[in-house]
């Protein structure tokens, strides 16, 4: 497996590695990750090429930008900066007053009025883009503080120009065509303590300089601080350029100085006089011009009081870098010499001798200083033996560095605290066992912004200044006699590390089982714009860490484990991943149960499609909760527990309202204090269905709809913004939800009652096979219930009677019966006690081959002779064929009988009881043996 390849005057020394146990990538994958991985928290991100300002403008030095919700570092020291320096006291003359003096950079204004100036609260002029050739003979007043010029066609400075306006503090006529100045050009101007002659044509030749600059053109500006003639030498590597010394020399109290960078440049004699000098720039690109080329031990020698020193885009050549250049700088503070690329990694040491005994120095910027179209370097400690030990800041991103030899960090300054190593090309090595060796360090930053493309090659590379490269102490490996990988692994940390960021850097890892050595203080982890497709760990060691950023990540599984040595966290922003698959597998998953101090969560933008109600449970402390920008239907987690939530963020989701668990919740929670809900952009409906929910949602003081854009999604699909909080579409839904509640009403009574007499009828209808079915049912689930026995008939006959009857039953029927040999079942004898009398009769009639009915009047009146009926007419229908047998023992009318009855007893077979008149021992008999007959059919 190649590993990296270094170069050399010969060619490229490459490194293999074998493979090894999976083990062995797991330890490179998170040690690359998490050692490597710098987000810088004090960072000018100006990188070699300066901020693009539209009209070429210096800005001041400023504090990088990181992606929204990153925490920056806060406790450096402030750079210097050319207008960091304030107006002095105004003279106890001037007319006091209390508004603040405006930027002279903020005065830009159309150009319909090309000739006239404005004047803003009567302490400063602007005439900006007023296409103006001369100064301007207006008759301001001479009580004026700024007056900007800038952006116009002016050729001349004449004598005596702004000689009225003695109050004035700052003076700008930059981006102009001035060529010359005259020598009293500035008389009257002793109060002045900026001015900026940035983008003219000031050259600075022999021939010309005393044109342009006579001796004493500066003399009237007796308390200036901060001088600008950058970028008005457009061909600096003319040789025959130089510095106006004698006329900058009569300035001793400037503190600010930009000019562009000429070959070797030697600051003479007259620069001794800029005692209280501290900046001095000589960048290029949108600074200025640059083509320093080479430095001289005795460029800086007369100026020793510099305590920022810019050099970015000056073309400087290692090999032309004289050894004692920066030994005059005794107080030099901070160092730039970003976009050099052909200083080079070999010349380190010229660059470094002159400040190794230096104890000011705290920032070193020194991006880019490596040619891009060479190979991957490993750096040597033999090039930076004399790095300057007071270093606090450094920043050297983009050098094609990707290995350190075993001495470098030995080497390198123990008082660094921030490292910004971005733009790099970094492989794992045994430099990182040292890492524990920079005890001071906070901050390791290692991105991979591309902020800028190299442009097409002109020429092809070479440089015979090039001294071999010295790999000699660059190896990866552990020494044969180790067994590197007989033991766990174990990362150890700088012992003050508390920030490693990891951004944009091509990391391609599983984050899996890693030990981190408890000697740590690590509290911030970024990993941002990397493919880290699953969270399985767990990561021991890190006991300290309350922040942990994976945004842009491409997560889509976490592991329930992973967190579970996480307990201290508190901010965990996992924002633009592909967590929606994970949250659909593990409805209920438990990955983020062990973090009980956790405050703020993000989980925007993973396209989230449902949450389970117990994901978030136990997370009590939780005040920051974001679920925006996911395509949400319905918002089920149970948040009731969480008492300390102040925002709740559900912008650009599907969700249309909110439940009543979480509207109740809002309710009791905005009584504690402070709350806010964002559902702006969401797919809230505004139909009659959803009007309670809109109505909650504007009597509510959780929303905030003065400040945000929300929506109103119409039945159609079609939306609308609301500007007003829905009181519009609220009064409209009420006039029109009022008749359709009233046709709701009346339509679904009328459904409902006729739905009800379906089923009455249908129940009335089926009410016997109902019944039937019931106790048939009852009496199978019975305990103890007999199948067997049922099929058998345990009993010939079941005899339905009146109690009326019973005499009859009991002394003259039972006996006739039993005496042929049959088995009769007989209510008052053989229903079970303490059973229910319908499943006694169900039992009855299944038990039993036939059911005789002695029909009499008396019969014909109860009603439970008649439930015998019909359920025998159910057995009937089960069985197939005919159960019930009728002894007609009284002489009954059809009306007597009703409908029912007559019905049955026309359908099924009947036997007459003989009369009175005929009641002989051999009528009797004749009965008895004609309904034996029946029975046993």
Known sequence: MRIAGFVSSTGLTEITMKPTKLSLMVILTFLSLCTWTYAAPYTINMRWSQRNNDDGELSEPSVSQWPSGFTTYQDQPQRYSPSSSKVDEIPQDYPRTDDEFPDISSFKFPRDEPQKCQVIKNTAVNCTLRNLKNIPSTNFSSNILIFNLSQNEIKILPGHAFFKYKYLRKLAIRNNLIAKIDPLAFSGLSNLKMLDLYGNKLIMNPITTRNAFSDNVFAPLKNLKELRLNRNNPQPNDSALRYPDKALAQLSTLETLLLDGFPEPVFENGFANLTRLKYLSLSGYKDGYCHLNGLKNETFRHVTSLENLQMRSCNLQGHKIEAGTFIPLKKLYHLDLDGNQDINVQFFDRLFYGLQNTSTLKHLHMTFVVNSYTLDVCLSSRYIKYFPQSVEYLVAQENKIACLDRNVINIISKSLKVIDISRNSFVFGTYFLDLPKLTELTTIIMNNYAELANKLPKVYPYNPHTPRLDTENCSLYESDQIMAYSQEFILRLPPKLKTVRIEYASVKYILSRLTVHENNTLEELTLVGNYIPALHGPIYGLKKIKTCQMMENDISDISETFFETFASLEMLNLSLNSLGSFFQRKHETRAFEHL????????????????????FRGMNELSFLNLSHNPLTRFDPDISQMYNLKYLGLADTRLSFLDKRTRDFIDERIKNGPFHVDMQQSSIFCDCENLLFLKWMTESKAFRFKSQVYRCYNPDSSFQNIFDGYSKVIGDLNRQCVSHKTLFFIVSSMTCMFALVIFGSLIYRYRWKLRYMYYATYLYLKPGDETTAIRNFEYDVFICYAEEDRDFVLGILNDALESRGFKVFIHARDFTAGEFIGSNIVRAVRTCRRTLVVLTRALAESSWCGYEIQMANMESAHRGYPVLIF????????????????????????????????????????LWDKLATDIRK
């Open 887 to 926: 002894l007609l023992k009284d002489d009954m009318t059809d009306s007597e009988m009703g409908v029912e009855l007559l019905y049955n007893v026309r359908n099924n077979t009947y036997v007459p009881f003989p009369p009175e008149s005929d009641t002989s021992e051999e009528s009797l008999r004749t």
């Open 596 to 615: 009980k101090k956790l405050k703020n969560l993000d989980l925007s933008s993973n396209s989230i499609c449902f949450i389970g109600l117990g994901v």
